[in-house]
């Protein structure tokens, strides 16, 4: 549904300064700031996930590699890392934690991350990947990742009405567009 309205129900207008959800735009945010800590030797792109990951451990796999994959395999879609995407919360949704997201305990999807090739190996696209990279970036940092990205991107690009925050936590837009289904209902 096409629409110059922010909120089609209250007939909000869209202004220069609504946010808009931006989904997986905001993995080459994650990818940039992973760069950033490698470039200053916070992180080693190159070592294994496993090594920061404070919280959760990478799930058992049969796979060759699995307990070794890297932050840079994870980044490249070649970790071989289950979870295509995620889907649109509605209201009244629970948000899951990342370690909800990782186990898979999601409205609309209860399947865990897992590995389904050996890493390194081949391509496919894990949005499930850029959440363990997400898990360790705050594990091992104590920062989250929303505040990271405002903190080494977005602040000093001089883009101060975007967050990678979400819906109801501290420093979310309030004028941000609802996201909206096919039939005009408020996902």
Known sequence: MCSNHAHLEANAPISAQTAFSTASISKPVTALVCAMLAAEGVIDLDAPIANYLKSWRLPESAHRGAAEVTWRQLLTHTAGTSQHGFA??????????????????????????????PPGTGWRYSGGGYVIVQLALEDHTGIPLAELAARRVFQPLGMHHTTMSQPGAAGFPADAALVHAEDGTVI
């Open 88 to 117: 649109d919360y509605y209201e009244g949704d629970r948000l899951p934690t990342l370690i909800d997201s990782l186990e898979g305990r999601l409205p609309r999807y209860d399947k865990p991350i897992e590995f389904l090739f």
